[in-house]
């Protein structure tokens, strides 16, 4: 049992005495609650266990304020400070990295050795060498590992081989006491508690260790025999101040596939050149997270490793430097398993990058004290490990505007070299020309100097791997937000796989092939990619450029911003389009100026007029929220009397950054939606936003909704009250719409598209049963959507493809043509505000046979315009449809009610009522429209 005596230290943490007194064996704190086990005394002011101090977050906080504060006075400066600030951070970056190859190759410090060396040793005089190995369900490959460790050359009987095993992984120690372990082993079950990472295990390791040095391996290593010698020979010929060995690390699996051999050769260059390059200026080391060599007493002076930093060894070689204490570079390899999956080599990675930037938090929270002790050290330590992290992140932002630059070309062009002043101009191309030449070629000596010569022609598919990495950096941050001590486990034991496989040989895969396929793929991508850079990048180079001018609202009208997810030109536009700009366009035509900002699908034109409104299309189906807000803040703000907020399941939230009036408009509730049709945390994320946020930011705005069940529902969640919510049918044209003859034969349509709610499967599957017994029966499908692969699938499996139409979609006059000449139109759906569809049939004379669920039971009146049956029954439906072929008289009922009930529904009301809600909202608050303003000032 652990013994929990406790030690206050500050009003957060507590810390626990050891449980065995003189060791640091069960040792740790209470912090916020929280017991962490650490095994070690390493100052909490030491540790990652608060990832930012209360400077740094005031800092950030600014930093970030001050940016925006920046950004919205004056664009185009903000850009161009900051773009030379990062251009020459780049530069300076680049010149250390050069000074420091040029060391490396020219005077390198790392310590080499000759055969002789070897025989001058007397074993009977060698201390007892510990060699931890730390493992968390690596079962598979123990015995590998065992077998590596065997062949370390050093008297076994001075062995002290410390297996670490966690005490819930049954798998690997069961596998472990199962084997006839050698001797000079022990196992030792680190007990089961926070935080669950390998230094912590290390740590328990520390305290057991027996021998004067000691050594950590990981489970797939395989390190050189001779390592221990070695490591033994130069500590007893160095400095006294040397105190830590690292061994270079490399990969035995390198040509398993495109990925190991990128990742070998970035591990050739790290530990090959740039490692021996910072110990000829005796900078601070980031150790390698294996085969570092350590004396165990200063090792436990300095506290062991930090338990809360997921990149343990990083952190360990400065706090090793900051004591005023050397590491140095052995030649000597330990072999690794090189990640081979991608989505495992991000996880791994993004480990690495968030313990970089707990590093690099951790040692800067007294930053006048490092640098006035450490003077030009403190600058390289941001170069090494901050400046590094920071680049990944922003590297896909420059990316993209040096790759629009020469793909798009006039576009963007001259709007980019704005942002570019001679001086910084010219350092930028000399870090696009000589500093990308000069990463490629360091990855190529770093493979030339492992004798890894087959790597060298793989290095043209770096930007690649740093692309990844750039994406492992943006995990990063976000865990060390949300999950800070959280250890993202490497899977190892991959490569066994194609060992075990005689016939995947990766080797085969000849240079020539490997470019053909990427050739190949490359011409197929273009198209693609060339949209990307068009739809994303230009988002942000048209923040820079002007707006088209809109005409302002006549006396006594409003200007009016709209923000809604698309516009009726989208490829996927639907009913809730129409309905805003059906509103929109008459609201012009009463003297209002109308602007909407919405999505774009990237084949409509970026800035528009239709009808008088002033359509601005931006983002895509997620970015276009962000977009909104910053173009309202740079680019909007200040131009409008009102702001309509459209909610298609998730609001712009308006209120946080918009101060002028606002009116929300909710077509219908989506919480079921979100949690029926949307994929864990999406749905969660959604339905929080809706339920939750959207209540609190608007509960002071008026709501426009569009029926009745619409309201009442909304009332149902509390998230509004009833005198706060107004009702706007949505209604049609109804000069484009007249009754016509029907069809000879028995004739069904669905409009709309092609949704998995919409549940066209529940209309296809009940007309099969009507084609049984009506051969000549028709159903037309108009629309598009994700849904149409598995519709086609079904009506073939169903074997009705000559019954079943996919029309795609249509325009106005064949959906009025195909509306007018059905027998009946068909709406399944499971959600429904309204349904102008709905209300277009019937204008036709079409009865609508429609799913009994709010919405469609405000516009379908069961038994007079249409029939209503319980959402997916099947059987019903096609009763539903049997019963208007087979009674004649009671279509014609139905047809006729549905003529007469579409008379009601006309734009001109709609938008009547609408404005008048918008005039009695702008009035109730006393808001008088800016021209006004102006008139009575003047």
């Excluded at 050069?98 to 005089?125: A, N, W």
């Excluded at 190991?260 to 790290?270: I, K, N, P, R, V």
């Amino acid at each position: 049992m652990l013994n929990f005596n406790k030690v206050k230290i500050n009003k957060k943490v507590i810390l626990l005495k050891p449980e065995v007194p003189g060791t640091t064996i069960g040792a740790g704190l209470i912090y916020k609650g929280k017991r962490f086990i650490t095994h070690n005394n390493l100052p909490v002011n030491k540790s990652a266990l608060e990832t930012f101090v209360n400077w740094q977050k005031v800092l950030l906080f600014l930093s970030v304020i001050a940016l925006l504060i920046g950004f919205i006075i004056s664009p185009s400066f903000s850009a161009i400070i900051l773009i030379a600030v990062l251009t020459s951070a780049y530069f300076i970056d680049l010149v250390f990295t050069f000074y420091i190859l040029q060391r490396s190759l020219h005077t390198p410090h790392e310590y080499t050795f000759r055969k002789k060396d070897f025989k001058q040793i007397d074993e009977s005089e060698l201390p007892i060498y510990s060699v931890l190995c730390p493992f968390y369900k690596e079962a598979s490959v123990l015995p590998q590992f065992i077998e590596a460790i065997e062949k370390i050359d050093w008297p076994k009987d001075k062995l002290d081989i410390i297996l670490l095993l966690e005490e819930d992984d049954r798998e690997t120690l069961d596998v472990a006491q199962s084997m006839s372990l050698p001797s000079y082993f022990r196992i030792i079950v680190v007990p089961d508690s926070l935080p669950k990472t390998k230094p912590k295990a290390c740590n328990l390791g520390l305290a057991y260790a027996k021998g004067k040095f000691l050594v950590v391996y990981d489970a797939e290593d395989k390190p050189d025999p001779m390592q221990l010698k070695k490591a033994y020979l130069v500590f007893a010929s160095a400095e006294d101040n040397v105190v830590c060995l690292q061994s270079k690390l490399n990969y035995y699996n390198s040509d398993q596939n495109l990925l190991t051999q990128l990742f070998t050769a970035e591990y050739s260059l790290w530990f090959d050149l740039i490692l021996p390059g910072l110990q000829s200026i005796e900078a601070p080391i980031p150790l390698g997270g294996t085969s570092n060599h350590f004396k165990v007493d200063i090792l436990r002076e300095l506290g062991g490793w930090d338990p809360f930093n997921v990149t343990e060894d990083c952190d360990l070689g400065t706090r090793i430097f900051k004591a005023g204490f050397k590491t140095s570079i052995i030649d000597s390899t330990t072999y690794e398993e090189a990640n081979s999956k991608p989505k495992s080599w991000l996880k791994q990675r993004s480990r690495w990058i968030k313990g970089y930037i707990q590093t690099y938090l951790v040692h800067t929270r007294n930053p006048i004290v490092f640098v006035s002790d450490f003077g030009v050290y403190a600058f390289i330590f941001q170069l090494i490990i901050g400046m590094r992290m920071i680049f990944m992140v922003i590297n896909p932002i420059l990316w993209l505007m040096t790759l629009s630059y020469f793909i798009l070309g006039p576009i963007v062009a001259p709007t980019i070299e704005s942002l570019y002043p001679a001086p910084v101009y010219y350092i930028a191309v000399f870090c696009l020309v000589f500093g990308n030449f000069m990463y490629f070629y360091n990855y190529m000596l770093g493979s030339a100097k492992r004798n890894l010569w087959h790597l060298v022609k793989y290095v043209f598919f770096i930007p690649f791997y740093w692309a990844m990495a750039s994406v492992s950096a943006s995990i990063a941050i976000y865990q060390l937000v949300i999950k800070p001590h959280y250890w993202e486990k490497t899977e190892h034991g991959l490569h066994l796989a194609t060992v075990d496989n005689e016939h995947l040989d990766y080797r085969k895969f000849l240079p020539v092939d490997i470019l053909f396929k990427f050739l190949t793929y490359g011409i197929f991508l273009m198209g693609s990619i060339k949209f990307f850079l068009t739809k994303n990048l230009l988002e942000v180079v048209e923040l820079f450029t002007s707006l088209p001018s809109s005409r302002k609202a006549s006396i006594g009208k409003y200007n009016i911003l709209i923000f809604n997810w698309r516009d009726n030109k989208h490829i996927w536009a639907g009913g809730a389009e129409v309905y805003v700009h059906e509103i929109a366009k008459r609201l012009v035509k009463q003297g209002n100026s109308v602007t909407l900002f919405c999505g774009w699908d990237g084949k409509s034109k970026r800035n528009g007029k239709v009808n008088g409104i002033n359509v601005i299309r931006r983002g895509g189906f997620y970015t276009m929220y962000p977009i909104a807000l910053i173009y309202y803040i740079l680019k909007l703000r200040g131009k409008y009397d009102l702001v309509i907020d459209c909610e298609n399941g998730i609001p712009f939230f308006t209120p946080l950054y918009v101060g002028i009036p606002k009116i929300l408009i909710i077509h219908h509730v989506h919480q079921e939606v979100f949690r029926k049709h949307l994929k864990f945390p999406l749905s969660q994320i959604a339905v929080f936003l809706e339920s939750k946020l959207m209540p609190v930011l608007y509960r002071n705005c008026p709501i426009i909704t569009i029926s009745n069940s619409s309201k009442e529902d909304i009332i149902g969640h509390g998230w509004a009250k009833s005198e706060n919510i107004d009702i706007v049918t949505p209604a049609i044209d109804l000069s484009s719409y007249e009754p016509k003859p029907k069809t000879p034969y028995p004739s069904f349509v669905y409009l709309g598209r092609l949704m998995p709610w919409k549940n066209i499967d529940v209309a296809i599957t009940a007309f099969a049963k009507i084609c049984n017994k009506y051969p000549t029966s028709k159903l037309t499908i108009a629309g598009f959507g994700e849904s149409f692969p598995m519709l086609t699938k079904l009506v073939k499996k169903l074997k009705i493809e000559n019954n079943v139409i996919f029309s795609g979609w249509v325009d106005e006059a064949t959906k009025v043509m195909l509306f007018a000449q059905s027998w009946t139109a068909i709406q399944p759906s499971s959600f429904e505000g309204w349904g102008i569809t709905v209300i277009e049939a019937n204008a036709c004379g079409t009865p609508v046979i429609a799913s009994d669920i709010k919405g469609l039971r405000d516009s379908v009146i069961n038994n007079r315009t249409g029939i209503l049956f319980p959402v997916r029954e099947i059987e019903t439906l096609a009763e539903a449809m049997d019963k208007l072929i087979v009674n004649e008289s009671y279509r014609a009922y139905l047809s006729e009610e549905s003529y007469k009930w579409a008379r009601n529904f006309t734009w001109e009301y709609s938008t009547y009522q609408f404005e008048k809600i918008i005039n009695n909202y702008l009035k109730k608050i006393e808001f008088l429209p800016a021209y006004n303003y102006l008139q009575n000032r003047s």
